[in-house]
Protein backbone atom coordinates (compact mmCIF):
# COMPACT_ATOMS: atom_id res chain seq x y z
CA UNK A 1 0.00 0.00 0.00
CA UNK A 2 1.24 3.55 -1.04
CA UNK A 3 1.28 6.42 1.86
CA UNK A 4 1.16 9.94 0.59
CA UNK A 5 2.44 11.93 3.40
CA UNK A 6 2.29 16.11 2.83
CA UNK A 7 1.72 18.97 5.90
CA UNK A 8 -0.39 21.98 5.46
CA UNK A 9 2.41 24.45 5.34
CA UNK A 10 3.70 23.41 2.07
CA UNK A 11 7.28 22.60 3.09
CA UNK A 12 7.10 18.52 2.16
CA UNK A 13 7.68 19.58 -1.73
CA UNK A 14 8.02 16.61 -2.94
CA UNK A 15 5.16 14.93 -0.70
CA UNK A 16 7.24 11.66 1.65
CA UNK A 17 5.61 8.16 -0.50
CA UNK A 18 5.93 5.46 1.55
CA UNK A 19 5.50 1.36 1.08
CA UNK A 20 3.84 -0.29 3.69
CA UNK A 21 2.16 -3.91 3.73
CA UNK A 22 -0.92 -2.57 5.92
CA UNK A 23 -2.40 0.34 6.93
CA UNK A 24 -5.10 1.60 9.69
CA UNK A 25 -6.12 4.61 10.85
CA UNK A 26 -8.68 5.12 13.59
CA UNK A 27 -10.51 8.63 13.17
CA UNK A 28 -11.99 8.44 16.65
CA UNK A 29 -9.57 7.83 18.41
CA UNK A 30 -6.96 9.96 16.29
CA UNK A 31 -4.37 7.00 16.46
CA UNK A 32 -2.41 5.34 13.38
CA UNK A 33 -1.65 1.83 13.42
CA UNK A 34 0.48 -1.10 11.55
CA UNK A 35 -1.47 -4.75 11.92
CA UNK A 36 1.47 -7.32 12.36
CA UNK A 37 2.71 -9.61 9.56
CA UNK A 38 2.05 -13.28 10.01
CA UNK A 39 0.57 -14.94 12.09
CA UNK A 40 -0.35 -12.30 15.22
CA UNK A 41 -3.17 -10.73 13.44
CA UNK A 42 -4.52 -9.19 16.73
CA UNK A 43 -1.22 -7.03 17.66
CA UNK A 44 -0.71 -3.62 16.15
CA UNK A 45 2.04 -1.58 16.09
CA UNK A 46 0.18 2.29 17.46
CA UNK A 47 2.08 5.34 16.67
CA UNK A 48 2.25 7.43 20.15
CA UNK A 49 3.09 10.76 18.70
CA UNK A 50 0.64 13.81 18.89
CA UNK A 51 -0.37 14.13 15.26
CA UNK A 52 -3.00 16.99 13.77
CA UNK A 53 -3.95 15.48 11.52
CA UNK A 54 -5.41 18.11 8.52
CA UNK A 55 -7.06 15.45 5.74
CA UNK A 56 -7.22 11.87 5.61
CA UNK A 57 -8.18 9.76 2.38
CA UNK A 58 -8.00 6.41 1.82
CA UNK A 59 -8.20 5.54 -2.12
CA UNK A 60 -7.84 1.57 -2.66
CA UNK A 61 -4.62 0.86 -1.98
CA UNK A 62 -3.35 4.39 -2.05
CA UNK A 63 -3.64 6.65 1.40
CA UNK A 64 -3.34 10.69 1.29
CA UNK A 65 -2.70 12.35 4.69
CA UNK A 66 -1.70 16.06 5.09
CA UNK A 67 -0.66 16.79 8.60
CA UNK A 68 -0.14 20.87 10.19
CA UNK A 69 3.29 20.76 10.01
CA UNK A 70 6.70 19.76 8.01
CA UNK A 71 7.85 18.39 11.74
CA UNK A 72 4.70 16.02 12.01
CA UNK A 73 4.61 14.68 8.39
CA UNK A 74 8.94 14.13 8.80
CA UNK A 75 7.96 12.25 12.22
CA UNK A 76 4.90 10.25 11.26
CA UNK A 77 7.22 9.29 8.18
CA UNK A 78 10.15 7.75 9.81
CA UNK A 79 7.58 5.99 12.70
CA UNK A 80 5.45 4.50 9.66
CA UNK A 81 9.21 3.02 8.25
CA UNK A 82 9.85 1.57 11.93
CA UNK A 83 6.93 0.68 12.46
CA UNK A 84 5.95 -1.40 8.82
CA UNK A 85 9.62 -2.83 9.75
CA UNK A 86 8.64 -4.35 12.80
CA UNK A 87 5.72 -5.83 11.42
CA UNK A 88 7.88 -7.34 8.99
CA UNK A 89 11.14 -8.71 11.00
CA UNK A 90 10.09 -9.08 14.60
CA UNK A 91 6.91 -11.26 14.36
CA UNK A 92 8.38 -13.57 12.23
CA UNK A 93 10.40 -15.03 15.01
CA UNK A 94 7.57 -14.43 17.35
CA UNK A 95 7.01 -17.85 19.83
CA UNK A 96 3.88 -18.37 20.34
Known amino acids: MEVI ?15 VHQF ?3 PAKNLFCVPAVDYDFFYDIECQLALDVVTFTFIYGRVDITFATFDEAVAFGTWLDDAN ?5 SFRTMAG
Request: proline share 4%; charged share 50%; net charge positive.
Open 85 to 89: KKAKE
Open 5 to 19: IDSRDGKTNPKIVKQ
Open 24 to 26: KYL
